[in-house]
């Protein structure tokens, strides 16, 4: 269980360096064009870093009685999240 913790962990902090790099670069482009499909994209990126944060402070406060296979299944989740927004962030980049 430590290793998955650990994992997930590591997820959850590269979630949040990514959508604060997203926040950032669509932050200034919505600075010079004013689109609201970039507004739109910040606000998006928001809620997902306040789910990464609050996913983070879980990690390290577990509730006790959670079933093993339930904080798998998050860290699946947070690896791929973190290869969905590595891959948005490549592509906003480019």
């Known amino acids: 269980m430590t290793l998955v913790l650990d994992v997930a962990r590591l997820a ?3 979630n949040i360096i990514l959508l604060s790099a997203l926040i ?3 932050g200034q482009l919505y ?3 004013r689109s609201t499909f970039t507004l739109g994209s910040i ?3 928001v809620f ?3 789910e ?3 996913a983070l402070w879980y990690y390290f406060n577990p509730t006790p009685g959670l079933p093993p296979f339930a904080v798998e299944i998050m860290m699946v989740l947070q690896v791929l999240e ?3 927004i590595a891959t948005l962030l490549y592509i906003t980049w480019q």
């Open 12 to 14: 959850a902090v590269t």
């Open 24 to 26: 950032a670069v669509w």
């Open 31 to 33: 600075r010079e064009i």
């Open 43 to 45: 606000v998006f990126a």
């Open 48 to 50: 997902l870093l306040a």
């Open 52 to 54: 990464n944060v609050l």
């Open 82 to 84: 973190a290869l969905a």
